[in-house]
């Protein structure tokens, strides 16, 4: 079957499976902020009906020197999207027919936006653990037009340590190769940004998402960072109005306030911990993620499919690995969500280990 390429989407999984969808779900396999949009968000919204009659700033003006003020950057250095896959698109029109480098697993958008453009796609994988291949990386990626990073990485929540992308950076500062440095869930994981390296660095590219922490995803907006001849570079593929009136709105209103990204973090690190505890009780292997999501498998199974379908059965969706070079479904990943959430989990992995 063609396993689909991306989660929060049940009932397209459940018809592709050819299984009853229950009447209850709990969708593990999306992953924004299981507490939801900040409360500003419900508190500004009517207010920005009459926004939509006309259209949003080209250039998102506002939003731009709000995250340039953030970040210690130019305003030019900012380059805004339709989402960061968007962004992701624009990067592959950059780079068409050249040669790519994806550090995997990784998040699929990379790759998938690539070959539209015709580059030639090279994996490298990490190493057993998590860890970056640093040398392998800088070696593969002499004479590639780019290298892509996804850190806190997507799908395993383990975070690269700033020290090895700035070597990574240094070995390819004279080859001509841009290394991309995902960090869409770097909020989750706290100060952990490789921001500082942009100043000593014009090979950089630090791709961001504001619908995750925020759990805005339906609103679409993202941004990236560069330095300024390469983000004006990078800026060209924009069309006029890519972002939204009301997302404008959202980014600058979340954007105003850190506290909710703060006590956020806290309640998903406390809840994340909970479930690490109960699944090393259990038996079950995971990594030890830094933001709202994990990898978790059964060490008796090396494909994790019997698990993932025993769970979709009882309304538990995860998400599955088959797509992500290197896993090939001997993982599932879940998301960290609220305490009565994970608790349904817990109590349905119990009912697995009982009967296995």
């Known amino acids: 079957m063609k396993w689909p390429a991306h989660g929060s989407n049940p009932a397209h999984l459940y018809e592709s499976l050819q299984m009853d969808q229950p009447e209850c779900i709990t969708d593990f396999s999306v992953n924004v902020n299981p507490y939801g949009p900040p409360p ?7 207010s ?11 250039y998102g003006q506002t939003v731009t020197g709000q995250i340039a003020g953030l970040n210690g950057v130019t305003d030019q250095q900012v380059v805004l999207g339709n989402g960061a896959a968007e962004l992701i698109q624009f990067l592959g029109q950059l780079w068409r027919g050249q040669k790519v480098v994806i550090a995997q697993p990784a998040f699929s958008e990379y790759e998938a936006a690539c070959r539209v453009y015709s580059c030639e796609i090279d994996n490298v994988f990490l190493n057993k653990g998590g860890s970056l291949p640093v040398y392998e990386l800088a070696a593969k990626a002499h004479g590639a037009a780019a290298l892509f990073i996804c850190t806190p990485n997507n799908p395993s929540g383990l975070a690269f340590p700033i020290e090895e992308i700035a070597q990574l950076l240094e070995c390819l500062s004279s080859s001509g190769c841009k290394v991309v440095v995902d960090e869409a869930f770097y909020d989750f994981a706290g100060s ?13 590219i630090i791709l961001r998402s504001l619908t995750k922490m925020y759990a805005i995803a339906g609103l679409r907006i ?8 390469l983000a004006l570079q990078i800026a060209r593929f924009r069309p006029h109005w890519n972002v939204n009136a009301i997302a404008l709105k959202a980014a600058e209103t979340v954007l105003a306030d850190p506290s909710f990204a703060e006590r956020s973090r806290k309640r998903i690190a406390a809840e994340r911990e909970r479930m690490f505890q109960f699944l090393e009780k259990q038996g079950f292997q995971f990594t030890r993620s830094v933001v709202n999501f994990y990898l978790l498998r059964d060490p008796a199974l090396e494909d994790q ?14 998400r599955h690995t088959y797509n992500y070079p290197g896993l090939a479904g001997r993982w599932l990943r879940a998301s960290v969500k609220t305490e009565l959430e994970n608790n349904q989990l817990r109590e349905a992995l119990l009912e697995w280990k009982k009967h296995n």
């Open 40 to 46: 500003s968000l419900q508190a500004n919204w009517e």
């Open 48 to 58: 920005w009906l009459a926004s939509v009659s006309d259209y949003p700033d080209p």
């Open 305 to 318: 499919k019997p698990l993932f379908l025993f769970l979709l059965k009882k309304g538990i969706v995860l």
């Open 192 to 204: 952990s940004t490789v921001v500082p390296l942009l100043q000593d660095y014009s090979n950089l």
């Open 222 to 229: 993202g941004y990236l960072l560069a330095a300024e001849p």
